[in-house]
């Protein structure tokens, strides 16, 4: 951490904040530049709030961090990509990976003929929420155990893993028992209670950015899962929130390699809860390839105009089978690439 | 909700859209412009998906929205203001109530020493975290159960209430035997398991908003509680999340006025928080009283130097007494007018 | 545009709107739901101010406008696209269009060795600033008339039209003697004053969004010029400002195929500004090439390590040669299809 | 500056970044953590792109600025304030200020009346655009030098001096000939061609922070306009913009206490552009004077309904009286402590 002194800080007050420096557990480095003086506590700066305090000290101007807040999810810590494997599937491997399905698990018929829709049209997991959080206490608030259900019917006919939401800690062991990759909303992405409960859950996590979450809080959010004991963590960017409102939420594209560079957790994309509109989701589908994203998150219905949830960001069946040739087409020519850059070292 | 069609719509299309707004029980009203056809569907909107599938239709521009999504915590429902009574403190009456203490409960020296100086500065509520929403795994988490102990103590000490924040809906029955006043935080403000849990508890429930909440959505969340049975709800602005970043977060002042106008519940604001560094907490408690509030949360600790958690933000109990004083001429000035602006009617 | 009058508006209040409508020269149009009674006031709205005058009248909530604001960009006006031709390249067609060079024009070798590059690599158009728009008084503010030259020469020698910046209307004809495309920086996207100016040039206008800039404004910005003569406008998408820190600015990928279906002029992108680092150029390039948009400006400078402006998000010759290799095999898997859903109807 | 070197970064890769912090005029100052050597460059860094350059090279994390990059403007160059002298008035000074009237100059009837009305009701200047910015081309652009005209009779009558916008380099001198304080608009808060200009002109310059301009960029704004040779300058904040809707733009209250402690120069707050609604502009007025601004800018109209711009914000003149009454009672409560905070040295 790096203490910066005021142009007008006396020696006292420097003096008092080296020994301060010392007294809860590190070295002061002190460099005496034109205009200010700097000091650079040296040691593991992380989860202390001790050094932090002197901020609002006598001279002092600002306290500075040097050290990514995090550990485990860091490419520091690990320089091979996290391969997460879930039946068949590998996530964050070569293989564009494509998890599709719809928003909400509505009845057993509208389920399946989504299921085998994405199927054929060549996606790798079965996506769809039996507990769905709302804005809203009066919208549709999902099929539950119901729902679950259903899912685990739809695996078993078409082969798909299944990834579904959990959205308290004390639904995780139901879920588990149906689900093969258990989801957190993005506004639960700062739950902390829920990350600590997956982080001992024994099966993957896919973990959305929140509206409001900077990719280091996503991080540190991803870390608490890590260090809770679940190293099966996969990241996905699903859209923020800005001034602009032409669209529901921003994607942030930049997300995806910035996050790669960062850490060595795969990282999928959902451009239909970012823009909101499916005709808008096939570019944003092409562009997550194009720049790097290890997969996608779709939203598939056999009858958009009639879902229950999130139906104008829908794609019907055949519009997800011709996105689904030009994403292979692109994969082909940049995920070789991307694989020398990010990939095993 | 209305119904905008395309320029080029053709008969067809905007009878298909009539149709199916009478089919799911909306009486279809056309209204012909010079360049757009519009279409108000008339009924209660709130809560049903339905309507907004048509805006995927051919010949359909756009789909807006006309009532607000709540009801509950609408003016429309109730125009008095609700007052919550916490033994003998009154939330959203004419008295300006403050709550203060140390963001995080460390030892009872500590809590007692924070608690006597709040209740001598003029304080009607203690508030002190025992359960701690951190960014890092690595960070102090609170003391948890025994935090709740000293809290109780506190309260029997000094006779100020006590406002503690619950982060899990299976702790809410625990917390209740301790508290008097529930806090959701910001990171839990659409955590909605939560919610509708304090919507069953017995006690008032001070709900913040979170860093990137809207207006509107942050009512929904008091929406929530309101709907699963308990009325007892205080709001809490806390600061947004914007591009600036010479502050923690933005100070939405803008807020309370907005929410008293649309909202019958009281207003609180909490300064601490929002800016993060205590000697701008002082100016922006002063502009919270002046712009109308019903009252602030606000961080005091004996020793901020050596707090295990936000120090920076807290204010010396000194420096707490003299803002209590200035804080009291200023509500002497607005209070009345609010009252009448807000008042009962 | 249409009046919401509050739940408890009276007849009184509803015929005052009602009378002031029709007194400016609308129609209305009443509508009675069940818990509002709305008002269609029909007319073309666009510059009145007259109509949202209500907003503050007794009885009335809120007034929704129905229109866009802009006319002569938008594709209701003008449904083909917009292709702009410069010298033998054009914009907004079947070609997706590279324009690159260094951020700032340093010396005759320096913009000679770039452009040289540039034209190597396949790009079609070369950049360059001359006139340079920087946050601080004391930074690197170009060349000026000795930067023109210098670029002139360049065109000369390379046959690539050039692209420089205008910041000020009394530079205008300088510029245009010597430059190609005017290019309107984000800073000053609503500098109305040199949007009418630029309106007035004979050269097309590459007009930057600015980074807080709504869509719907840049369209109005792009209205300004439109509306003042010139109707050979190309948008630019540079990202835009968030609350996330971890970059330089957001880009807003979303916007291309939004702006496509919303106006008929062309729509590049400029993930260099954006991003502010080379190495994430590269994915963000070829997203920008996969969601449709109709070309690309990119920094590539000789010698990144000593421009004197935005050295770190500059490519070296030999990274944009491959990029632009991918770009071509991206390009032939996309531009057919967005040709037929924005081409020429 | 800082430089943090990468974890694994080896001693080639740091002597060529010290090599090159010593050929570009600055010392080295090396200092080795537990996980990551940092280096110092000593020297003035402001407005050197050459230190950032290192950015993106082998073995470099990331470079940190230590220093503020505006130096006129800063504190640590004036420690006393800078009270800025208009007429009689003293802006910056023990009094608060209040500058009011129409937002634009419609008539010489209107802008009388309403001059009459703000200088009943206590203002000290008169404030009406005579050059007006409109997002669209269509909306009413002011009447110009007829305008400045009338404002000019407005301060013969009334004895207020007079604030008018500036849009534009070349109408400086005219607008000089009529007006007392130049007013650059929020818009053209990053022109740093109209910038320059006003530094070069004898009148005091009232500078609006942007909708999306950081306080450090407004500084640097102030900055360009100092440098030219211009020492008097009054900030203005005026709203941000957010992902909030339900107001225009967000007050950012806390900008006035953070300004005061960075800067030397006034800062005033101009509530009725930032909420857009005359009822919400009361508390926020209330709130700027309470945070401790030095001024008020305020939109009074005699007509508002009837306004040709911005007639929702404006405020009748008997509001106005009954606000000025309040403000003068908290002013009195606050202004000497802040004066003592703030004040001479």
Redesign the interface.
């Known amino acids: 951490m790096?203490i910066?002194m005021k142009?007008?800080a006396d020696e006292r007050e420097l003096e008092n904040v080296i020994k301060w420096i010392e007294s809860v557990g590190y070295q002061a480095?002190v460099?005496?530049?034109?205009?200010?003086t700097?000091i650079?506590a040296?040691?593991?700066e992380?989860?202390k709030?001790f050094l932090?305090?002197v901020?609002?000290?006598p001279g002092v101007e600002k306290v500075?961090p040097?050290?990514q807040?995090?550990k485990l999810a860091s490419r520091?810590t690990k320089e091979g990509n996290t391969i997460i494997t879930v039946g068949d599937v590998k996530i964050g491997g070569p293989k564009f990976v494509v998890i599709a399905g719809p928003c909400a698990v509505e009845s057993s018929a509208q389920l399946m003929e989504a299921a085998f829709a994405v199927k054929k049209g060549g996606a790798s997991m079965l996506r769809g929420g039996a507990f769905k959080?709302?804005?809203?206490?009066?919208?549709?608030q999902g099929l539950g155990e119901e729902g679950l259900k259903i899912l685990a019917q739809a695996r078993e006919k078409t082969g798909l893993p299944v990834v579904t939401e959990v959205?308290?800690?004390?639904d995780i062991e139901l879920i588990e028992s149906y689900a093969d990759v258990l989801q957190i909303g993005a506004?639960?992405v700062?739950?902390?209670?829920?990350l600590?409960a997956v982080g001992q859950a024994k099966k993957p996590v896919l973990l959305k950015r929140?509206?409001?979450t900077?990719?280091?809080?996503l991080l540190?959010s991803a870390?608490?899962i890590l260090?809770?004991g679940n190293d099966q963590v996969i990241l996905c960017e699903r859209g923020?929130?800005?001034?602009?409102?032409?669209?529901r939420n921003?994607?942030?594209?930049?997300?995806?390699?910035?996050l790669k560079?960062k850490t060595h957790l795969p990282v999928v994309v959902d451009p239909s809860h970012?823009?909101g509109?499916?005709?808008?989701v096939l570019?944003?589908a092409?562009?997550?390839?194009?720049?790097?994203a290890d997969g996608l998150l779709i939203e598939v219905h056999p009858d958009?105009?009639?879902?229950?949830?999130d139906?104008?960001q829908s794609l019907k069946p055949e519009r997800f089978y011709q996105l689904m040739d030009?994403i292979e087409?692109?994969a082909k020519?940049?995920r070789k690439?991307?694989a020398e850059i990010y990939g095993a070292h």
Chains 1, 2, 3, 4 share one sequence.
Do not use: C
């Open positions: 790096i910066v142009k007008k480095h460099s005496k530049g034109i205009e200010r700097i650079g040296i040691g593991d992380r989860g709030v932090k305090a901020e609002t000290w500075m040097i050290l807040p995090y520091e959080p709302r804005t809203s206490p009066y919208s549709f959205m308290s800690a004390s506004r639960n700062q739950n902390f209670t829920l600590k929140g509206m409001m900077t990719l280091e809080e540190m870390e608490y260090a809770s923020i929130r800005t001034f602009e409102t032409s669209m921003t994607l942030d594209i930049s997300a995806v390699p910035v560079e970012a823009i509109q499916w005709k808008f570019p944003l092409k562009a997550a390839v194009a720049v790097g958009p105009q009639n879902a229950l949830s139906g104008p030009e087409s692109i020519i940049v690439e991307y």
